[in-house]
């Protein structure tokens, strides 16, 4: 079983920057992308930025030219640099990663998600 754990949520103020990671594991487990989405109160879940293992990327309007994704396939993590935060950003942001394990069992997990909370 795969397993993502998220970390570097919290409270900041507008204009403020933060970090998130996600770190994958599992046995016989190889990564072909990860990425990021958000869930804001009473909306649905929404893609936020993926990027592949050989690093194409793929970045929602609302946060292009502010965040930037990245990935460490040697240690099976990816990351969101938040910058510039807006209100707006406020969400439960959740890690996904799909791929295979032992090569022909296609994954596709979530993480448990991690608060983001922009004041005014």
Do not use: H
Request: glycine share 10%; proline share 2%; net charge positive.
């Amino acid at each position: 079983q795969v397993q993502l754990v998220e970390s570097g949520g919290g409270l900041v103020q507008s204009g403020g920057s933060l970090k998130l990671s996600c770190a994958a594991s599992g046995s016989g487990m190889s990564i072909e992308a990860m990425g990021w989405y958000r869930q804001a109160p009473g909306k649905e879940r929404e893609l936020v930025a993926t990027i592949t293992s050989d690093g194409w990327t793929k970045y929602a309007a609302s946060v292009k030219d502010r965040f930037t994704i990245s990935i460490n396939n040697a240690k099976n993590m990816v990351y969101l640099q938040m910058s510039s935060l807006k209100p707006e950003d406020t969400a439960v942001y959740y890690c996904n990663a799909n791929g295979t394990r032992w090569v022909v069992i296609e994954f596709r997990t979530w993480g448990q998600g991690t608060q983001v909370t922009v004041s005014l």
